[in-house]
């Protein structure tokens, strides 16, 4: 029996939580669940059926209407839309650029949650509220945080013309997804301004190890270093 549950990523965009899931759920032979296809799946249909992104009842209409199912395997998730595979079409600008507004609305998000809550444990997974609304018994919680330059930064590399219109764009994607962004009281934080994605994924390993180690199972802190702390 595995002696992991429910493994939770969560953090703002870029923050580097979805290459970190999917680096913990490999080192752990673990699925890994990314929560933000489902929205974009949502966004898609609603996009699909052009009606007003902030009317929550015609979306709500419109997400009744179709058969989402998030298969997770453990190098992705795969979506499927009335059986046909829509992952490649779920990152395109036209996406991005809405999936805020569909993502604000309740009956959305518990639609998500829904989905979410019928995959079987365990499982890695990242989102926004991951460990407090959609998983809050999850047995080990992650939150990661870096600053908007840095985001922006390994996003687009070094380039100078490209750097500010990122950073802008991730602070109004923080600004919009604010409500989302609160950790959880039992998460470790993790600053990842200083990190390589190397140096985080050896971080999260030696914390849960270390959890097991000390206590199977039980929801203890995990270990104080210089760039993690509890929040
Ligand atoms: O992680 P991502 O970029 O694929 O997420 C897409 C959008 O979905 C993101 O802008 C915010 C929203 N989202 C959310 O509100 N809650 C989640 N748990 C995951 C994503």
Redesign the pocket.
């Known amino acids: 029996m595995s002696p992991y549950g429910v493994i939770t990523f969560?953090g703002p965009?870029?923050s580097g939580?979805?290459s970190v899931a999917q680096r913990i759920a490999a080192a752990l032979d673990l699925p890994v669940v990314?929560?933000?296809?489902?929205?974009?799946a949502a966004?898609l249909i609603a996009e699909g059926a052009q009606i007003d992104l902030d009317d929550e009842e015609a979306v709500m209409a419109r997400l009744r209407r179709h058969d989402v199912e998030l298969e997770p395997v453990h190098d992705g998730n795969r979506v499927r839309l009335d059986g046909a595979d829509v992952t490649e079409t779920?990152?395109t600008d036209e996406?991005?650029g809405s999936?805020?507004a569909?993502?604000?609305h309740p009956r959305v998000?518990s639609w998500?949650s829904e989905h979410l809550r019928r995959v079987a444990p365990p499982f890695v997974i990242?989102?926004?509220?991951?460990g407090t609304?959609?998983f809050p018994e999850a047995s080990d919680k992650f939150y990661l945080t870096a600053s908007p330059e840095v985001r922006a930064k390994r996003r687009v590399g070094e380039r100078a013309a490209d750097l500010e219109r990122v950073a802008h764009a991730i602070r109004r994607?923080d600004a919009?997804?604010a409500?989302?962004l609160v950790p959880a009281n039992d998460a470790q934080r993790i600053d990842t301004d200083p990190l390589t994605l190397d140096e985080v994924v050896a971080l999260v390993l030696e914390a849960l190890r270390a959890r097991r180690a000390s206590s199977v199972g039980a929801p203890t802190a995990g270990p104080t270093t210089d760039h993690a702390e509890e929040c």
């Open positions: 969560d965009a870029a939580k979805s990314s929560s933000g296809l489902l929205y974009r966004t779920l990152h996406v991005d999936v805020s569909v993502a604000r998000r998500v990242d989102g926004r509220d991951m609304v959609v994607r919009l997804d409500h989302q």
